[in-house]
């Protein structure tokens, strides 16, 4: 049973919430993670003059997606930084390339599930993973998203993202604020819970 895990970070903010879904997913039994990224867009003189190059070379050592890998797997967690409250360009553009598998509905049926990251507390993470869920709902996944039932984020003692929608951590104006423990442990229960159903999905 394989999970994909795909994601797009310019400064490594969903890149470590990727691994920590990932570690999530292997504590079931049986179930793979492969962790992706979604192509580039950007010229590099922007992503050098958005003083990401160091944080992009740090991400390399991890494949490119295919949309066809998306075909192969079982569930996939989606990862996007927060862009204006809405996913980034990069995931938009590797999403509008997979008109050929809606057609064929190729995905139909797959769990589908969402994580993201934002500037700050209130930039509109839960917009990103609602509007993100429009597009998996078309394509037919079954949408899975962090419930309750994952505790850390019923505290109020510490700023924190997470939300029923999906895990999330907050960065920072100048992303200078990396994954609390709160946040990747939300990151890993949905990893886990995805697993888990796609598991019983899969029989
Ligand atoms: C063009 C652009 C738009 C952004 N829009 C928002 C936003 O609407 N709300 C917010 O809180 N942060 C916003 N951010 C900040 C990013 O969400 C933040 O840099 C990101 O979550 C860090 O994760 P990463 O290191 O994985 O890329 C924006 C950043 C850029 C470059």
Redesign the pocket.
Known sequence: MKVLIV???????????AEAVAEGVREVDGAEAVLRRVPETLPDDVIAK?G?VE?QQAMAHVPICTVEELAEADAVVF?T??????M?GQMRQFLDATGQLWAQGALVGKVGSVF?????Q????ESTILSFHITLLHHGFVLVGLPYAFQGQMGIDEITGGSPYGAS???GGS?ERMPSENELDGARFQGKHVAEIAKKLVG
């Open positions: 994601y797009y970070s310019t400064y490594g903010h969903v890149q470590r919430m958005m990401a944080a990862g930084p927060t862009r204006f409250g809405n980034c993201t990251s934002s500037a700050t209130h930039g509109g993470q951590t907050i960065a992303g």
